[in-house]
């Protein structure tokens, strides 16, 4: 990796970021992490030659920013002067506008990743500024893969419904789970029981969704028997006034107006 990576900020999100790197083959010695709270794991990796809260390099290929919102006004100033480093910041609602105000008009990206990413099961979406190059985007996508797969926005406009989908999307499905086990669980299942089977049956279904050819809606079809159990249950799902079509609407609707709020305040 000519001329190493940074990253800045070695949270959750950072440890998982880091972790895929190092299992794609990234060598410790060519990553500077500026984090300042290191876990035991950061630490351990230093006497492999990884570089913590030490100089940086003149040039890195890449300079991750993954410290949360509130804390990106302190970091930026120490980020400056990286030559035609590409800058990738994983912070929800800080616009390519702000990131270039301190960092200058270089190639910017932003990302948003999802927590399933601890788990190397993420999905991020990217975004660039004008000065990001189609190579640019292509480092940035290759680095966001060791978490997961990765998509490309049309426009930054569309970071707020990518946000309350996917980045707000786990707590929703979490949610589900929840609900699922406790309607098993006034069906008469035992607790433990009830939260296996409805944490098992959300994975496996997601899992189905994803490698499968068919769309989620032929997978539905392929589920309901007529005048089955499965079709009695989603005439109240689907119900088009008060089952889950518009209630995920609104859930979605609300998470973005608030992503833009975040946004513009």
């Known amino acids: 990796m000519d001329g190493g990576l940074v990253l800045v900020g070695c949270g959750k999100m950072g440890s998982a970021m880091l972790e895929g790197w190092l299992a794609k083959g990234v060598k410790p010695t060519d990553v500077w992490i500026l984090e300042p709270y290191p876990n035991d794991r950061l630490k351990a990796l230093q006497s492999k030659g ?43 609602g800080i616009t390519l506008e702000t990131l270039a105000a301190e960092l200058g008009e270089g190639p910017i990206i932003r990302a948003m990743p999802n927590t399933p990413a601890a788990i190397g099961r993420g999905i991020t979406a990217i975004v660039g500024n004008a000065a990001a190059t189609p190579e640019n985007m292509s480092l940035a996508e290759g680095l966001l893969q060791a978490i997961g797969e990765t998509i490309r926005l049309e426009s930054e406009a569309q970071m707020d419904a990518v946000t309350a989908l996917s980045g707000s999307g786990p707590a929703y499905v979490f949610h589900m789970i929840e609900t699922m086990a406790a309607a098993g669980i006034a069906e008469g299942l035992p607790e433990d029981m009830a939260t296996k089977l409805a944490t098992a049956t959300v994975a496996g279904a997601g899992m189905l969704a994803s490698e499968s050819e068919e769309s989620a809606a032929q997978l539905r079809i392929n589920v309901t028997s007529p005048a089955g159990t499965t079709e009695a249950g989603l005439k109240v799902l689907m119900n088009a006034e008060n089952g889950l079509p518009p209630l995920m609407q609104k859930t979605i609707g609300a998470a973005a107006d608030r992503s833009r709020a975040l946004r513009d305040s």
């Open 50 to 92: 990884l570089h913590l809260n030490s100089g940086l390099p003149q040039a890195p290929a890449l300079c991750m920013l993954a410290v949360k919102p509130q804390y990106m006004k302190e970091a930026l100033p120490q980020l400056k002067g990286m030559g035609r480093t590409v800058y990738l910041s994983i912070a929800a």
